[in-house]
């Protein structure tokens, strides 16, 4: 069989997915309500009522969705202030990412990938046969643009930016991002924290043929099970995606989660407040640990380096008490750990544990 099988795939490492809570139950041997899911950036309040009720209320599951998306692109494009022809979805962004490669990417076609980061970029870049560039963050974990632009060559088609990253939890200036835009290849910010940080580069994306911004419902809008995400694109760029993309590539229930969400923003907006002023305090009581090294973040989430200790020895030991939170096994990261913000008594739980340890 392995004959068959693309020699690049072989030889490809796999991407580390996170779990759903009944096998971290399960896991844990802990009923699925004392689960404490810090791993995944999820929001922990959950949809809003009106979205439940509406994914009760809808008549049509037995049909197909609309392969143009045309409701859905709509009240997109109104929620960014833009025109619905710069507006595709996508089955989360994670399915976007992948589309932009397997229409860009010739094999050996080189992306350009700010690492630490969001892992999904080289992953996709390996599945079409893409060749991915590493450029290391600075020790804060800034993007180090001069080493993006020295790596570039006739073969990088594709820049990845996640803004805020995941997971170090810092942005990039618009003036970077410009700097960038300017080397003529793709230049794709990845905004899924966007609610949570509140800068954009989207109103950009109109005046140049080769940037692309990406967001989800995951994060923020607690859909991250529908899987539904979107980009905003050049408007070249959407007609051959729409080409390309499996026509019903986003279902009937997340099309109609998205319109009842962006139909009730109120509910969403004082989640964000919540999880935004959690963030604060988490931030404070990791760093009175005196051991860990929280990294400020613009996102939902914390990094932290552990300054006395092994972060994944750390990481099980938190497993065992039912507090599941993100360790990377890469060198950069090695001795860090990532914890998503959760509600007040899921820090309190976690900070409970840590000092236990401490
Ligand atoms: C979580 C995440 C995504 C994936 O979002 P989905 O819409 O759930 O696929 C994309 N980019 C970044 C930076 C993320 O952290």
Avoid at 54 to 62: E, R, T
Avoid at 181 to 192: F, M
Avoid at 300 to 321: H, M, P, T, Y
Wanted: net charge negative; proline share 5%; charged share 25%.
């Amino acid at each position: 069989m392995e004959k068959l099988i693309r020699p690049e795939l072989i030889a490809m490492k796999a991407y580390t997915p996170i779990e759903p809570v009944e096998i971290l139950s399960a896991r844990s041997r802990l009923p699925a309500g004392k689960v404490i899911k810090l791993d995944g950036n999820e929001n922990p309040y959950g949809c809003s009522p009106d979205v439940r009720q509406a994914l009760a209320d809808y008549a049509y599951y037995h049909i197909y969705p609309d392969p143009e998306q045309r409701e859905l692109r709509e009240a997109l494009a109104k929620y960014v202030g833009l025109d619905g022809g710069h507006v595709i979805a996508g089955s989360g962004s994670d399915e976007l990412i992948d589309l932009i490669l397997r229409l860009l990417l010739e094999p050996g076609d080189k992306v350009i990938n700010c690492s630490p980061t969001f892992g999904m970029y080289p992953f996709s870049t390996e599945v079409c046969g893409g060749r991915v560039i590493e450029v290391a963050r600075d020790e804060d974990f800034a993007v180090d643009v001069a080493a993006v632009k020295r790596a570039l060559d006739k073969r990088t088609k594709v820049i990845f930016i996640a803004s805020p990253n995941n997971p170090t939890g810092n942005i990039i200036s618009e003036s970077e991002i410009l700097e960038l835009v300017d080397t003529g290849r793709i230049v794709v910010v990845d905004e899924a924290y966007f609610e949570f940080s509140g800068l954009t580069v989207v109103n950009l994306v109109p005046n140049y043929s080769n940037l692309i911004v990406l967001r989800t419902f995951s994060k923020w809008a607690g859909l991250a099970g529908l899987r539904v995400g979107y980009g905003i694109f050049p408007v070249e760029i959407v007609s051959y995606l729409m080409k390309i993309k499996q026509p019903y590539n986003v279902n009937a229930a997340a099309q109609v989660a998205v319109l009842a969400t962006l139909d009730d923003m109120g509910y969403l907006q004082d989640a964000i407040k919540k999880i935004i002023a959690e963030r604060e305090r988490l931030f404070i009581e990791l760093g009175e640990l005196g051991w860990l090294k929280p990294y400020p973040s613009r996102g939902n989430f914390i990094l932290c380096s552990v300054l006395d200790g092994n972060a994944e020895e750390i990481w099980r030991k938190l497993q065992s008490k039912g507090i599941f939170i993100r360790y990377f096994n890469v060198t950069r990261l090695s001795n860090c750990l990532r914890t998503s913000v959760g509600k007040p008594e899921d820090t309190d739980a976690l900070i409970g544990a840590l000092k236990e340890m401490g």
